[in-house]
């Protein structure tokens, strides 16, 4: 590549007066992902003096203007890569295209520096968050999640910009998990080896359409010749105390890198409610209920990774992933107590699970010297969940005399597959940067439901909530999307296809719900830098949610006599659409402007049926809903040791929903809201292996759907020290220290009068210890993510209850 450059110089030279000359160019990794902030320098060769310098933008790109005539030499460096030397005989401007930085051999030493805290970067359609080596990786990935910039996590909610339609990817590879599923996954899963988070909040076209928001988990994988490893163990203290251990692995050499990590966890966590609802009839009061819930829930998880990658050649990688979660013993004890005016009744509810999810993935990746990458992925997820259910019912009188008792089990039993193929094609060409692809998937999910209700000792089958529902999905995508980067302009913009055809069928009435449609998905990011301390960015993307499968499944899921959650077969997709306006500020001071709208968003909202006292829970298409608000970020160093992050979010937002059991009339719930998130970072100690975070969160009043939810807060604090080097690891985490996480949901419109309060297990101490071992001196690359989406649709019958 030398040779090129010093004869095209040569060439310039004959045609060109002397005058001053500007250098561009891309600077991009081995899987030509740009290499943001890499430093860029020009040193003269007369006397080796520095003649320019500046850093590359998010996209790779680097320009250095009004350079005069004469020879030099180009320096490009960073961290982790082998510096890029090139001698230039600067006669005339240069466009040097794309410059690739190889990987450095040279390893890091874990005696100099065994504890740092976490980075932070800002690109127009991402989050970028750095926190390999901090105290924030000593938990789980949940943890983590709850301390990045643009996630919000409260009482296991997670959401970005106020959505929680939301892709998961954990090591580059798609995560099909909603509800408490995912939550044992995310809680389950050791932050040991997570290096960064990537908070996509416009996703580009190249991902499936589903999903407001991407969150991307950078786990290590790839090292320098030899092995490393490490074993962890963790002791928490909540209401009942929780244990993890587990083990990570790595092994490299030429052409083999293999990752690999496990996982077991066994907890024992409580959850409290308490609740009122008064019987409206006319306007008229005519009965009240209260009750209270007490959950107990025990669980025993394993989770394992595995990823092996084998380089062919320089231009050809085959890689091979598995991912197990799967939790043999999950049993839920659900003791409630409801007081009316002239009555109760007391429920005792024993739930027993066993779930099994397991997911493979097949890559194949060819890089030509040109820059192109062509990408081939085969997934498949076979996902099961069984179900046994004990209810027992006993009923006393206003003079608290036993009446009657009512007995129901339940078994259910749902299993997922789920396959997919996927080509990508990325273009490095003169003029932009071009990527397209096709993917293909197809889904088949089947569950059955048998109810025994027992009368008098009697077992008798309910017919009625009885049966199997099926239903089965084929998806057709295809996207095209182009990026070109200018000197002070970014810009990039996708249109992605979807065509889905979907059919649902109910075994009890012959039911069959047939969904059949095409939509497209324009994605637009454009960037200006007016100089390194102001740059403005307008973003736009359209996306869409689909229902998951057990919120398709109409048979009922009772929590005692009166109380059920059931899925609505007749969901209709959500289609959202999101425009940001951001402005950022010396590279540190972020304002956005954004306004979202969304169409048919689902959500699950409580009716009370007056007639017959019962309180269903049922997911419903609202009519639109619409929030538009004003975020400022900032993430800056304050001295040598002591780092913060803060987010402040004021947002309004509008649901308009059809009250189902009100004579189904169009209302609507709004409100203005705000959170605040203050993270702190301290390195301490000259080898920086002292290490504290405090994160303090604050969530005023707001909305979900009809409902009204109370204002919250949380203070978290962790402590990590490193001893002898690095190779002992001890921490110490307190999560909402000051038990001030509780809140209240209340529904009140027409004839709809309810209000219940939520106690979570959110108050603990845990304490944990790591032994690291092997060789420790590593590097890590990463490699182009698969985003397989139809998985995060599974979801057991009642998890989130």
């Known amino acids: 590549m030398h040779q090129k450059i010093t004869l095209l110089l040569f060439f310039s030279y004959l045609c060109c007066f002397s005058q001053d000359f500007k250098v561009t160019g891309f600077v991009k990794d081995a899987n030509t992902n740009a290499i943001e902030f890499a430093n860029v320098l020009l040193v003269s060769q007369q006397d080796e003096s520095i003649v320019q310098g500046t850093t590359t933008n998010a996209t790779g790109f680097f320009s250095l ?107 580059n590879k798609r995560v099909y998990l909603t509800g408490d599923d995912l939550q044992q996954l995310l809680s389950g899963t050791s932050a040991n080896d997570v290096q960064g988070v990537e908070v996509i909040t416009n996703p580009p076209a190249k991902y499936d359409a589903e999903g407001s928001a991407v969150i991307n988990i950078r786990m290590s994988k790839n090292l320098v010749t030899g092995y490393n490893g490490s074993l962890f163990g963790n002791f928490t203290q909540g209401i009942h105390p929780r244990y993890k251990a587990g083990m ?125 990458t062509l990408s081939v992925n085969v997934h498949h997820t076979n996902y099961d969940y069984d179900r046994a259910q004990d209810v027992t019912s006993q009923y006393f009188d206003d003079s608290q005399q036993f009446t009657r008792n009512n007995v129901f089990d339940v078994t259910s039993l749902q299993n997922t597959h789920i396959y997919t193929g996927q ?114 960015g307008l973003a736009y993307g359209k996306r869409i949610e689909r229902p998951s499968y057990s919120a398709l499944n109409p048979f009922k899921f009772y929590f005692n006599d009166y109380t059920y959650l059931q899925g609505n077969p007749n969901l209709q997709p959500t289609i959202s659409h999101l425009t940001t306006l951001s402005y950022t500020l010396n590279q540190t001071y972020t304002f956005e402007l954004y306004y979202r709208y969304e169409d048919n968003p689902t959500s699950e909202l409580v009716f009370q049926e007056n007639n017959t006292n019962q309180i269903s829970y049922l997911p419903v298409n609202l009519d639109r809903s619409e929030d538009f608000g004003f975020d400022f970020m900032t993430y800056k160093p304050l001295t040598n040791v002591w780092s913060i992050y803060f987010i402040n979010s004021i947002f309004h937002e509008t649901a308009y929903f059809n009250a189902v059991q009100s004579g189904n009339t169009l209302e609507s719930n709004k409100t203005w809201a705000m959170y605040s998130n203050f993270m702190n970072f301290f390195s301490l100690l000259e080898d920086q292996s002292l290490n504290i975070d405090v994160s303090i969160l604050y969530m005023t009043p707001m909305i979900n759907g009809s409902a009204n939810v109370s204002s919250r807060a949380q203070i978290d604090l962790g402590v990590k020290k490193a001893f002898n080097n690095g190779k002992w690891v001890a921490s110490l985490k307190a999560s909402d220290i000051f038990r001030t996480t509780d809140f209240t949901v209340k529904n009140k419109y027409l004839n709809q009068d309810n209000a219940y309060y939520n106690r979570f297990d959110n108050q603990w101490i845990r304490f944990g210890l790591r032994y690291n071992f092997g060789n420790t001196k590593l590097t890590t690359n990463e490699k182009e993510e698969k985003d397989l989406n139809e998985r995060d649709r599974l979801q057991g019958e009642g998890s989130n209850h």
Not at 102 to 117: C, F, Q, Y
Not at 129 to 134: G, P
Request: glycine share 6%; net charge negative.
């Open 423 to 536: 080509i990508d094609y990325s273009m490095l060409l003169q003029v932009f940067n071009l990527d397209m692809g096709v993917k293909l998937s197809h889904i088949d999910s089947k569950s059955d439901v048998l109810q025994i209700n027992t009368t008098g000792g009697v077992p008798v089958t309910d017919v009625g909530n009885s049966g199997a529902f099926e239903y089965n999905e084929m998806n057709y995508a295809g996207y095209v999307s182009l990026a070109k980067s200018w000197e002070t302009w970014q810009f990039s913009a996708g249109l992605r296809g979807e065509y889905t055809n979907a059919e649902g069928d109910v075994s009890i009435n012959n039911q069959k719900n047939v969904f059949d449609y095409f939509k497209l998905f324009p994605t637009l990011n454009i960037t200006h830098d007016f100089n390194e301390n102001h740059s403005l």
């Open 65 to 171: 203007d009004q350079v005069p005539e004469g020879a030099y030499t180009l320096k490009i460096s960073f961290i982790g890569y082998d510096t890029f030397t090139s001698p230039l005989q600067l006669n005339t401007s240069l466009d040097l295209n794309a410059i690739e930085l190889k990987e450095s051999s040279e390893t890091l030493d874990a005696i100099n520096i065994v504890g740092k805290r976490p980075t932070f970067k800002k690109q127009p359609d991402r989050i970028i968050f750095n926190i390999e080596q901090t105290s924030l990786t000593e938990g789980s990935i949940l943890d983590v999640l709850k301390n990045t910039p643009g996630i919000l996590i409260m009482n296991d909610e997670i959401s970005v910009k106020n959505s929680s339609n939301i892709i998961y990817l954990i090591n």
């Open 248 to 372: 990570s692995h790595f092994y490299k050499t030429d052409k083999l890198n293999i990752f690999g990590n496990y996982a077991y966890s066994q907890d024992k966590i409580d959850r409290y409610n308490s609740g009122k609802v008064n019987f409206i009839e006319q306007g008229v009061k005519v009965g009240q209920w209260h009750d209270e819930i007490n959950r107990t829930t025990k669980s025993r998880t394993h989770n394992a990774n595995v990823n092996i990658d084998y380089d062919f050649n320089d231009t050809n990688t085959l890689s091979f992933t598995a991912n197990a979660n799967i939790t043999p013993y999950w049993k839920r004890k659900t003791e409630m107590e409801t007081q009316a005016v002239d009555s109760s009744f007391t429920s005792l509810n024993y739930t027993d699970d066993n779930t099994t999810n397991l997911a493979f993935n097949i890559d194949y990746t060819n890089r030509s010297e040109s820059g192109n």
